[in-house]
């Protein structure tokens, strides 16, 4: 056996073998623990738990690194696209020039959306949250989409995975539009992934959209960080429903309900919404922070913190950045990105802020740059889940093929009522 760590329970000792990672992270494999001692162990939250081995993604939490595949995510973002930085989170590599024309061809072929679908669009409330829509749209795709018997296993999952991939933002659009009472858009085979986004989204019959390539490559470079995380809430939601083999779809849509949490993917939209409160209210930043540190209130600073992240947030430094660039291209000057720094200056000069290693997060600045796009604040998180779904993509498709793959089923330790015997109900007391 390697190196070990050993434990003592009543005297009696346990040798348990330790998992070291390809960047030297260490686990403790508890894998026969209970089989071992018959006890379990205790981790809410998941904070201090592996779930599994992965070579997607890798996070150095306290250096603030960021890697895909092992590429650093400000060289992708530099240098990459939205689709190549897909086709590499996928397929492990980064593609050559005949995958690359290859996967964006199957793109342009899947961008259309089944015409019987734009019923089920209609009929949602025109206050629907788009990611209500998306989640229950994405997971309808199964019924429209059926599986083909003639098709081999990894035929059907290649052709669901760019179905996914590309129906997801015309997707969005069509909510987009519908909610607005405009005509839809469809998607068109000259332009990019980005791109098309941008036209199905404020194209109109009376003002064409004019396709601005720096704000495509902006939102290229948004959609790249925020292509995957590793074990995130809504990765994690997306595996542990893998796990017990249902359909992709299926799986996808639980990734986007968890994502809609205002303490995940939803954080977006409730930065927007409080950086408004604060502009509104007249006030200034102070009150704001006071509370955000006062444990009796339940307020906390959207956008700030993160469980792995005990130093700046690497996408939030580039998301800053855009921002500035952005902005003074199209002679933005939005009030509330001056608050946003403010509050950020203020925050990391403050003791209470330092000593919980609180910092910018990728939610922190996203929200400004997608309302200078033209984005309303209720679709921020579906930019964040078409942007995540490379990642979730790639965590379903390691998961099913690890040869480790459970069904996930935590334990618990039960601390309710001990045996006791049932009252009949003539027997009962009335509470008076
Ligand atoms: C994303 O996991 C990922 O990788 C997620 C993500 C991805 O790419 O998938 O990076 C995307 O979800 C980013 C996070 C977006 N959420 C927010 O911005 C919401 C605001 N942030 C927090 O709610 C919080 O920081 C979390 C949820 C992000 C992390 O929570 P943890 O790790 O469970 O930390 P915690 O709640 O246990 O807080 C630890 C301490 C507490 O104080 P004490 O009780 O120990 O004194 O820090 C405090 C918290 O009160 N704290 C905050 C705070 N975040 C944590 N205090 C004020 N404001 C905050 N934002």
Redesign the pocket.
Known sequence: MGETAKLIIDGKSYELPIVTGSEGEKAIDITKLRQATGMVTMDP?F?NTASCKSQITF?DGEKGILQYRGIQIEQLAEQSTFVETAYLLINGELPNQTELNRFSVLLNDHSLVHEDMRAFFEKFPRSAHPMGILSSMVNALRAFYPEIPERTEEEEVNITVTRLLSKVRTMAAISYKISRGHKLVYPRHDLSYPANFLNMMFDTPVRPYLIDEDLVSALNKFWIM?AD??Q????AALRLVGSAKANLYAAISAGICALWG????G?NQ??LEMLNQIYESGRGIAPFIAR??D?NDSF??????????KTY?P?AKIMKEMCDRILNKMSINDPLLDIALNLEEAALKDQ??ID?N?YP????YSGIFLRSLGIPTNMFTVMFAIG?LPGWISHWQESIEDPDWKIHRPRQIYNGLTKRDYIPLDKRRESN
């Open positions: 939250g904070a996070v925020h995380h590793e995130n809430c809504s990765t205002p303490l995940h993917g954080a409730a930065v955000a540190k444990r906390r600073l959207m956008g700030f913190g993160h469980r792995v992240y947030d996408r209470y802020f919980h609180l997060n990728l939610d922190f995540r």
